[in-house]
């Protein structure tokens, strides 16, 4: 049996990414800004919530399936966005979102991704999401959305929380570029993860293929952090998602939303939903975790739109306590990334099925047979959770 049949856990598959994945680009995913108090809050705060258990109840005909903006899904969980995929493993957004497809999940292609919308497009047969950064060249934004439109993206994701990068000081300390320089310290880290290296010599995707070759400016995207903050857009407000929901013309499900008056803001604006993240912690550190301010954002929205939440999942278990606190989905992104780093569009696969596994059987033990029933009676209330907001 092999490392990746024996993970058991998303822990599991972050412990063989790390052997398996040079340290510049486990770190950028395993990482946080500043202190990363806000990246380790968004697991923490998980556990603090606790299930009810019920027993005697019926557990046969158990079903995950559901749907996020119309589309059914197989559970209620989508591959979130996540820049620099193709460097935790070569061609790795392709291998995630064939594992997703296989999956029947949402799989969302970053704007900074390593392989292209083209790419994605060539190499799966359903649609999937394209998430959007809007910078200062609004031609190459248009250009960048018809380019979605045409690889027929059934949504696009719009991220309102990144116009400026958060400083995450492992990036800047292990010298984050793509492709990676050949420093001595990473020319030995090749040698010691072969399998990296073998696959990394055999694609011809090394940098960020959205980007080189479309935009004048972008010949040069060595220093990520640099050509961030020179190049997005930091007059972003919502008016701009006026113009992008009209020029792509499918839903658009806008990112990054913490507090209540952005998630009004957000629907006035005309999103079709909208995801509750903090960015995985990667941006404003000392901000609350997602799964702390979900009760308020639906409250402030009141049903107008369906809310997801991003940030901290890490199991079924997770998954269920968002779905009970009144999320309609969910997104995952380390926990797909630690996958495809131990193994590729296997270990995407096996990430799923870890996941699914959880869900699937806390929903038993919950008492509950469709994942659609799951709510906040599924929640033990006690006085410490009210204090805690839970």
């Known amino acids: 049996m092999s490392a990746l049949d024996r993970s058991l856990t998303i822990d599991d598959l972050k412990t063989l990414a790390k052997r398996r994945v040079p340290k510049m680009f486990f770190d950028y995913a395993d990482s946080g800004a500043w202190t990363e108090s806000t990246y380790r809050a968004n697991e923490e705060d998980f556990g603090k919530i606790k299930f009810r258990q019920r027993v005697a109840v019926n557990m046969e005909g158990r079903t995950l399936a559901s749907e996020m903006i119309g589309q059914p899904v197989s559970m209620p969980v989508a591959l979130a966005p996540t820049g620099l995929t193709g460097m935790q493993m070569a061609d790795g957004e392709i291998k995630a979102a064939r594992a997703a497809e296989k999956s029947g999940v949402p799989f969302t292609l970053s704007t900074m991704s390593i392989c292209s919308i083209e790419d994605i497009a060539e190499n799966t047969e359903k649609p999937f999401w394209f998430q959007l950064y809007v910078m200062r060249d609004?031609?190459?934004?248009?250009?960048?959305?018809?380019?979605?439109?045409?690889?027929?993206?059934?949504?696009?994701?719009?991220?309102?929380?990144?116009?400026?990068?958060?400083?995450?000081?492992?990036?800047?300390?292990?010298?984050?570029s793509a492709p990676p320089r050949f420093t001595p310290r990473f020319v030995f880290e090749m040698a010691i993860k072969p399998r990296w290296a073998l696959g990394m010599l055999g694609t011809r995707r090394h940098t960020f293929r959205n980007i080189v070759g479309h935009v004048e400016s972008a010949g040069d995207l060595s220093s990520l952090s640099v050509w961030t903050n020179s190049q997005?857009?930091?007059?972003?407000?919502?008016?701009?998602?006026?113009?992008?929901k009209d020029r792509f013309g499918g839903p658009v499900i806008v990112k990054g939303i913490l507090d209540p008056e952005d998630a009004r803001l957000a629907v006035s604006a005309g999103a079709d939903a909208i995801i509750v993240s903090n960015h995985g912690g990667r941006q404003l550190d000392g901000a609350p975790s997602t799964i702390r301010v979900l009760p308020e954002i639906l409250e402030a929205v009141n049903g107008a739109v369906e809310v997801y939440l991003d940030g901290g999942i890490r199991s079924g278990q997770d998954v269920l306590k968002a779905l009970a606190l009144g999320a309609r989905g969910t997104f995952i992104g380390r926990a797909?990334?630690?996958?495809?780093?131990?193994?590729?569009?296997?270990?995407?696969?096996?990430?799923?099925?870890?996941?699914?596994?959880?869900t699937d059987v806390t929903m038993a033990l919950m008492g509950e047979r469709d994942i659609k029933n799951v709510g906040p009676h599924?929640?033990?209330?006690?006085?410490?959770?009210?204090r805690q907001g839970f």
């Not at 599924?378 to 009210?386: A, K």
Request: proline share 1%; with cysteine; charged share 25%.
């Open 138 to 176: 609004r031609k190459f934004i248009e250009r960048l959305i018809d380019r979605a439109t045409a690889a027929n993206c059934s949504a696009l994701v719009l991220t309102m929380d990144l116009q400026i990068l958060g400083q995450r000081h492992k990036d800047l300390r292990n010298g984050l």
């Open 232 to 244: 997005f857009d930091p007059t972003l407000n919502w008016k701009d998602v006026g113009w992008i």
């Open 336 to 358: 797909f990334l630690y996958g495809l780093g131990a193994g590729g569009e296997a270990g995407v696969t096996r990430a799923l099925s870890i996941i699914r596994n959880e």
């Open 378 to 386: 599924n929640i033990y209330s006690n006085e410490m959770q009210r």
